[in-house]
């Protein structure tokens, strides 16, 4: 006696697995990009004190330097002869400033460097020029 053939069932592809590695790999970046956050602390409300200071951040200056020769300061136009006056009011007694110059690359380099050179003459300053990738 011969039994009747069963009917062939379609292939079916089965995407559960599929689903369970995306989920995965989205755990994975989900966690990793928690981590790379900066946790400085949790917050909380803290108490007063006269002698604290403001920020344990350096202060930043920024210098730009434009491609017809302006100089601004804190994007203020300033000249060359106020820059260094100008930054010994800015910076004071803070020995933790960072003065940024941002100069357009058609800029002459003897006007880089004497910028550089008034930077240097304030107390406490420390010189960084911006660039940017390649």
Do not use: C, W, Y
Not at 49 to 71: D, F, L, R, W, Y
Not at 102 to 118: C, F, L, S, W, Y
Not at 119 to 132: C, D, E, N, P, S
């Amino acid at each position: 006696m011969r039994l009747q053939d069963e009917p062939d069932i379609p292939a079916q592809i089965n995407i559960v697995p599929m689903i369970d590695v995306i989920f995965a790999i989205l755990t994975f970046f989900i966690m990793s990009t928690l981590f790379l956050t900066r946790q400085e602390g949790l917050p909380v409300n803290l108490p007063q004190a006269a002698t604290s200071q403001q920020s344990q951040v350096p202060t930043k200056i920024t210098v730009t330097v434009e491609a017809n020769g302006e100089i601004s300061l804190n994007k203020n136009p300033t000249t060359v002869n106020a820059l260094t006056e100008q930054l010994r009011a800015l910076v004071g007694s803070n020995s933790e400033t960072l003065v940024v110059i941002n100069a357009d690359r058609k800029v002459e380099h003897g006007q880089i460097v004497t910028i550089m050179d008034r930077v240097r003459q304030v107390k406490g300053a420390r010189l960084a020029i911006a660039t940017q990738k390649s």
